[in-house]
């Protein structure tokens, strides 16, 4: 399996050689040359499997130049139930991301599937501890290091944390947005004092961490003398791991191959249903793919209009669902590329177009960039919005009438679920976070604290170890080439 670059004009490499960067010497992207196809008799086949089994048989289609052997080692060192606690039932998951019907009304079933088992309590878990994993495994086959240089709103930050903590040869330097996350999630982050772990709050919002660390990837020089790899899902290896729950999730609410499902996903940055995109394209029967985002809609937006408009940094909200407080979806690219019968030359003035003017156009009206937006509907895309306001009634209700909590993120996309409902299709959403990561929202809408896990009972009052810094790529620069001493 080779990977190439949604914008054409890297060399293609393979998955370990893509493993430890992030973006393309180009600018783009890396997808496989061609998606692996799922056939019935696999289905079939992977219906009786356990989490690191699936993932196994998922992974071994992409990383074809990692040995068997040592895949199906990795992956049964990451997918136990020590490290995935089934922390909301108290007990440990006989499947790692457990369904759960929450309810059933005129022929369709909205389904909840729990992916925040994990360490730090939210999705993002699910694929890091995988990428802890390979980073480590490949170092030291390459006697080699890495400075993981990343941007998180929320809960990437802290998973990719606790996944590199103590690794050998691995340093962390986390971007986040200054006092713009939840009191939880910031603690999960600062609080950790491990000598390879950096956090820098940013004077900005997400999307200025996020361009810092894109304006890094692309200055090759440092990058390759900086030793700098990331984590954010513009890592390929992070968004493959998430197709894995896809699979599961469809294999656990369906009998027989002929049914379908579909998806709602809580989507800023477009990574998580970005995997989902990825294993609909291998053959997995999903009928919708939905997303549903907050305040900040420049998906939603473009999923309804087939325009595509960056906010600015100043037009972000700052909103109860923090971790999707973004207006620039990094992996938006991939489907873009796929949506435009993968023309990388298309892709590339698109995309140059957004940084020069903002955004694009494919609706196909006068003066548009093209008319792609008519075949949204052969991929499965839909999308809703989600407000301030939605969430919380949403939180109420679960709460009131199942006897369920669940966090903002994940309210979001139950409130976008429920309007895209189909007769005879199980509607399966995926969690975001446990509800403790969020409680001012949560007591808001409850009147009460949100359950917490042993050991997060007083995260909050840890010691905090971090640095403030402005929205300064060569400020940033300079600190990393500090603390690496390279």
Same mark, same amino acid.
């Given at each position: 399996?080779?990977?190439?670059?949604?914008?054409?004009?890297?060399?293609?490499?393979?998955?370990?050689?893509?493993?430890?960067?992030?973006?393309?010497?180009?600018?783009?992207?890396?997808?496989?040359?061609?998606?692996?196809?799922?056939?019935?008799?696999?289905?079939?086949?992977?219906?009786?499997?356990?989490?690191?089994?699936?993932?196994?048989?998922?992974?071994?289609?992409?990383?074809?130049?990692?040995?068997?052997?040592?895949?199906?080692?990795?992956?049964?060192?990451?997918?136990?139930?020590?490290?995935?606690?089934?922390?909301?039932?108290?007990?440990?998951?006989?499947?790692?991301?457990?369904?759960?019907?929450?309810?059933?009304?005129?022929?369709?079933?909205?389904?909840?599937?729990?992916?925040?088992?994990?360490?730090?309590?939210?999705?993002?878990?699910?694929?890091?501890?995988?990428?802890?994993?390979?980073?480590?495994?490949?170092?030291?086959?390459?006697?080699?290091?890495?400075?993981?240089?990343?941007?998180?709103?929320?809960?990437?930050?802290?998973?990719?944390?606790?996944?590199?903590?103590?690794?050998?040869?691995?340093?962390?330097?986390?971007?986040?947005?200054?006092?713009?996350?939840?009191?939880?999630?910031?603690?999960?982050?600062?609080?950790?004092?491990?000598?390879?772990?950096?956090?820098?709050?940013?004077?900005?919002?997400?999307?200025?961490?996020?361009?810092?660390?894109?304006?890094?990837?692309?200055?090759?020089?440092?990058?390759?003398?900086?030793?700098?790899?990331?984590?954010?899902?513009?890592?390929?290896?992070?968004?493959?791991?998430?197709?894995?729950?896809?699979?599961?999730?469809?294999?656990?609410?369906?009998?027989?191959?002929?049914?379908?499902?579909?998806?709602?996903?809580?989507?800023?940055?477009?990574?998580?249903?970005?995997?989902?995109?990825?294993?609909?394209?291998?053959?997995?029967?999903? !009928?919708?793919?939905? #997303?549903?985002?907050? &305040?900040?809609? +420049?998906? =939603?937006?473009?999923? /309804?209009? %087939?325009?595509?408009?960056?906010?600015?940094?100043?037009?972000?909200?700052?909103?109860?669902?923090?971790?999707? !407080?973004?207006?620039? #979806?990094?992996?938006? &690219?991939?489907? +873009?590329? =796929?949506?435009?019968? /993968?023309? %990388?030359?298309?892709?590339?003035?698109?995309?140059?177009?957004?940084?020069?003017?903002?955004?694009?156009?494919?609706?196909?009206?006068?003066?548009?960039?093209?008319?792609?937006?008519?075949?949204?509907?052969?991929?499965?895309?839909?999308?809703?919005?989600?407000?301030?306001?939605?969430?919380?009634?949403?939180?109420?209700?679960?709460?009131?009438?199942?006897?369920?909590?669940?966090?903002?993120?994940?309210?979001?996309?139950?409130?976008?679920?429920?309007?895209?409902?189909?007769?005879?299709?199980?509607?399966?959403?995926?969690?975001?976070?446990?509800?403790?990561?969020?409680?001012?929202?949560?007591?808001?809408?409850?009147?009460?604290?949100?359950?917490?896990?042993?050991?997060?009972?007083?995260?909050?009052?840890?010691?905090?170890?971090?640095?403030?810094?402005?929205?300064?790529?060569?400020?940033?620069?300079?600190?990393?080439?500090?603390?690496?001493?390279?």
């Amino acid at each position: 399996m080779q990977y190439i670059s949604t914008r054409g004009l890297a060399p293609a490499q393979s998955f370990s050689e893509i493993l430890l960067g992030g973006l393309a010497p180009d600018g783009g992207l890396y997808l496989p040359e061609t998606y692996p196809q799922v056939s019935d008799a696999e289905l079939d086949a992977w219906r009786t499997l356990s989490y690191a089994d699936l993932a196994y048989e998922v992974l071994r289609k992409f990383a074809t130049d990692i040995p068997d052997a040592d895949l199906k080692a990795l992956v049964h060192k990451t997918y136990t139930a020590d490290v995935y606690r089934n922390v909301r039932h108290g007990e440990e998951a006989v499947r790692i991301t457990p369904l759960r019907t929450v309810e059933e009304k005129n022929g369709s079933k909205l389904v909840l599937q729990a992916l925040s088992n994990g360490p730090t309590l939210a999705f993002k878990d699910m694929a890091m501890q995988l990428l802890g994993n390979l980073f480590e495994y490949t170092l030291a086959k390459q006697h080699a290091e890495l400075n993981i240089f990343g941007a998180t709103s929320g809960d990437t930050g802290s998973a990719a944390e606790y996944a590199m903590r103590g690794k050998k040869g691995i340093r962390v330097f986390m971007l986040s947005p200054h006092k713009k996350m939840s009191a939880f999630q910031t603690a999960q982050m600062f609080s950790l004092q491990d000598p390879n772990i950096f956090n820098i709050a940013v004077e900005g919002v997400f999307d200025d961490c996020q361009d810092m660390v894109k304006a890094v990837s692309n200055d090759h020089s440092f990058k390759q003398q900086q030793k700098i790899g990331t984590v954010n899902s513009i890592n390929w290896a992070r968004v493959v791991a998430q197709v894995i729950y896809y699979f599961r999730g469809y294999l656990s609410a369906t009998t027989s191959n002929e049914q379908k499902v579909s998806f709602t996903v809580p989507s800023g940055n477009f990574g998580n249903i970005c995997a989902g995109h990825i294993a609909r394209m291998m053959g997995l029967p999903i !009928d919708k793919l939905v #997303a549903a985002t907050n &305040e900040n809609d +420049v998906l =939603d937006e473009f999923f /309804r209009t %087939g325009v595509y408009r960056v906010r600015k940094s100043a037009e972000t909200y700052h909103t109860t669902s923090p971790s999707m !407080d973004i207006s620039k #979806a990094s992996n938006f &690219e991939r489907f +873009v590329y =796929d949506l435009l019968n /993968r023309d %990388g030359d298309r892709v590339r003035a698109l995309f140059q177009k957004v940084e020069t003017d903002g955004g694009f156009d494919l609706s196909g009206k006068p003066g548009s960039d093209g008319d792609e937006f008519k075949n949204i509907a052969k991929f499965g895309f839909a999308s809703g919005k989600s407000t301030h306001s939605d969430r919380v009634a949403t939180i109420r209700d679960l709460q009131n009438k199942y006897d369920l909590m669940i966090d903002t993120h994940t309210a979001d996309g139950v409130k976008v679920a429920r309007e895209h409902l189909t007769p005879g299709v199980t509607m399966i959403v995926l969690e975001t976070a446990l509800p403790a990561k969020f409680n001012e929202t949560i007591r808001e809408a409850l009147g009460r604290d949100a359950d917490r896990p042993a050991g997060f009972e007083n995260i909050e009052d840890l010691p905090q170890r971090f640095e403030v810094m402005p929205a300064d790529v060569n400020k940033m620069k300079s600190f990393i080439a500090k603390h690496t001493g390279l």
